[in-house]
């Protein structure tokens, strides 16, 4: 099943059905570790809406009070990615030791306020040279630490800011508009399957300039793993949102620019679209 926020309210698709939900709030609705079994004693009792009941333009980003965190470094190309962009800082081997340690990368991504949902734009910083997407799986655990869903993200990053030294990684991730996640929450029964692809293209001026895709199992690190460290010392009383990293990366010499479009989809889950832009300065 899966889970939509919309402007007209909170939607479950079902195979071919959509049906509304009423008086439900999300916070309260996703933050279940039985999710898949009430969703599907709430629709036992509903009709399916017609299918034009919601549109593109009426989707939001399926979140609301939820923080979204982020792991790095948790497949091998990201770390030969991430040891190239360092090495002039002489941080290379802080990529080499993250991936091979016991202990993950994690970091703080992004509040519920700087993130956008699949149609909106994303940003690009005006004080680097180097963004690119990053398209990863992103699990949604209740509080209690289970993983009950799953959706797409787009961890916006500044390649030539964090490959200056590793300390400027909160500046280099987050920033207005650096997150996206969507196109809706992905509920199944069971976990998602591990040869789950992800896919990405980059369309610049009608054209592809990027295209790639990869199997999540070439993952190092186990989803509960992510989750486990996540949750030692840190609790999420709504939740929480964890992107667990990406090995499609551009070459060294690509970057984003304005108006690129980038489309990521996951098996099962859908297309995350973006648009690129600048944040609006106001004079």
């Not at 009070?65 to 948790?74: D, K, N, S, Y």
């Not at 009383?237 to 989809?265: A, Q, W």
Request: with cysteine; charged share 25%.
């Amino acid at each position: 099943m899966k889970l939509y926020k919309t402007l007209k309210g909170i939607f479950i698709s079902k195979g071919d059905a959509n049906y509304l939900i009423e008086n439900h709030n999300w916070d309260n609705l996703i933050n279940r570790d039985d999710l898949y079994t009430y969703l599907q004693f709430l629709i036992s009792s509903l009709v399916p809406v017609q299918d034009d009941a919601f549109a593109a333009s009426d989707l939001e980003a399926p979140i609301a009070q939820q923080e979204i965190w982020a792991a790095g470094v948790t497949y091998l190309r990201s770390r030969e990615a991430r040891m190239e962009e360092a090495k002039e800082s002489g941080g290379a081997d802080f990529y080499d030791k993250v991936y091979h340690a016991e202990r993950p990368e994690l970091f703080f991504k992004s509040t519920a306020a700087r993130c956008v949902g699949t149609g909106k734009s994303v940003h690009i910083r005006r004080d680097t040279t180097w963004n690119v997407p990053e398209p990863e799986l992103t699990l949604f655990a209740t509080s209690s630490g289970k993983i009950v869903g799953y959706t797409i993200g787009n961890d916006m990053s500044s390649r030539d800011i964090e490959g200056e030294n590793p300390l400027y990684l909160p500046q280099a991730k987050c920033y207005d508009n650096a997150a996206a996640i969507g196109p809706c929450l992905y509920v199944p029964e069971q976990p998602i399957d591990p040869d789950t692809k992800i896919l990405m293209n980059i369309e610049r001026d009608g054209l592809e300039v990027f295209k790639g895709e990869i199997s999540i199992n070439q993952m190092k690190r186990s989803h509960t793993e992510l989750i486990g460290y996540l949750f030692r010392e840190t609790s999420f009383v709504h939740g929480v949102y964890l992107m667990t990293g990406t090995c499609l990366v551009p070459p060294n010499e690509f970057t984003l620019r304005e108006k690129d479009i980038v489309n990521i989809s996951i098996e099962e889950i859908g297309t995350l679209t973006n648009t690129v832009s600048f944040k609006n300065i106001e004079l």
